[in-house]
């Protein structure tokens, strides 16, 4: 079960909202999950940015899920635009457009926020 969170907020805080309600950011870490995230139904609009649970906080270039899952460099090179690290801030990853980005973890975004799934 996904939950949209219309609220903007820092990465590092929408992860604790939604570890704190039993769930985790979005982690879109196999085909058949992105291909279905992609096929329901939005709340949100292309323009809308949206936080998940990627990110290369602790280590600069390899990415990990909050559950601390890595995640393949095939993975991040099949859905990004490849990750830039602009001036080497940038830790957090959000979607855009259906197009994943690495951004500044203090920017303020909605966020996607996962339950139960296996």
């Known amino acids: 079960m996904f939950q949209y969170v219309d609220i903007e907020r820092q990465w590092a805080v929408a992860q604790e909202s939604c570890a704190g309600n039993g769930g985790r950011l ?4 196999t085909d058949e999950k992105w ?7 939005h ?3 292309d323009a809308i940015t949206y936080w998940i649970g990627l990110n290369d906080i602790e280590s600069e270039g390899n990415f990990v ?7 393949p460099s095939k993975t991040v090179d099949m859905f990004t ?6 001036m080497n801030l940038e830790d957090c990853c959000e979607i ?3 197009k994943w980005n690495d951004n500044v973890c203090a920017k303020f975004f ?9």
């Open 26 to 29: 979005l982690q879109v870490d």
């Open 43 to 45: 709340p949100f609009t």
């Open 65 to 71: 899920w909050t559950d601390g899952t890595l995640t």
């Open 35 to 41: 291909n279905y995230w992609k096929s329901i139904e």
């Open 81 to 86: 635009n490849k990750f830039h690290d602009f």
């Open 110 to 118: 909605s966020s996607v926020c996962e339950y139960g799934w296996a």
């Open 96 to 98: 855009a457009n259906f």
